[in-house]
């Protein structure tokens, strides 16, 4: 690959929604939990709850949706239902498992950059090729988690890699504040909720037949918003 195609120094994964179509598992717990405890929730406020702090929407089922558990236990209650979700079917994203090794066929590190905590990661982590990512940060192990830009700097600096020098692939406009804060060039691949044109961000509507060249013209500043209204996936 030449000069103007130069490598990203790194591909910064975030993982419900962009890696894994997780967020039915997610919105199927919110959901469950809310019911158990007697009180509603609606799809738009499950929808706004897409790429945020566990323990962010931990609160808020707490104070909008009625559950009268310690916020740790809301978190744990989530994750619990979702991993069992997980453990039964991994559902990937069209493309990005496919674009996941070919990034690193090419040699270039791959960090999981994730509000899930490490239990959920772990389980993703485990069904792919070892050594798939370099880094795995969660939302359990930064103070701050998306949108603040705390989870991508921090993968940057354990990869050792300049953020501006990265691509990173979300799927909700709390991760894609996250990164672009963090001065990473970021593609969104909308899943559920849709994504308004930003400076620095390149949307499409998939990751099917995208390649490691793409991803060089993101980080380069080459790639053009491709997608002017990306259509939501049902």
Known sequence: MNAA??????????????????????FEAEFALVAEHGGSWSDE???????????????????EGG??????DVVAALLGRVVESVRREVPWRPGARELLAAVRAAGVPCALVTMSWEVLA???????????????????AVRRGKP?????????????????????????????????????PTVGIPCVVELEARPGLVRVASLEGRGVA???????GR????????????
Do not use: K, N
Request: aromatic fraction near 4%; include cysteine; hydrophobic fraction near 45%.
């Open 5 to 26: 195609h130069e490598l990203p120094a790194a591909v910064l994964w975030d993982m419900d929604g962009t890696l894994v179509d997780t967020e039915p598992y997610w």
């Open 122 to 140: 772990r389980e993703l982590v485990a069904v792919l090729p070892e050594g798939t990512f370099d880094e795995v940060v969660t939302g359990d």
């Open 214 to 220: 793409f991803l060089a013209a993101v980080a380069a």
């Open 223 to 234: 790639a053009p918003d491709e997608e002017a209204s990306v259509p939501l996936a049902h």
């Open 67 to 72: 559950v009268d558990l310690p916020i740790d």
């Open 45 to 63: 406020q499950a929808r706004s709850l897409v790429g945020s702090d566990l323990r962010e929407s931990a609160r808020r089922l707490r104070t």
């Open 148 to 184: 603040a830009p705390d989870p991508y700097l921090e993968a940057a600096r354990r990869l050792g890699v300049d953020p501006a020098r990265c691509v990173a692939l979300e799927d909700s406009t709390t991760g894609v504040t996250s990164a672009l804060a963090a001065g990473v």
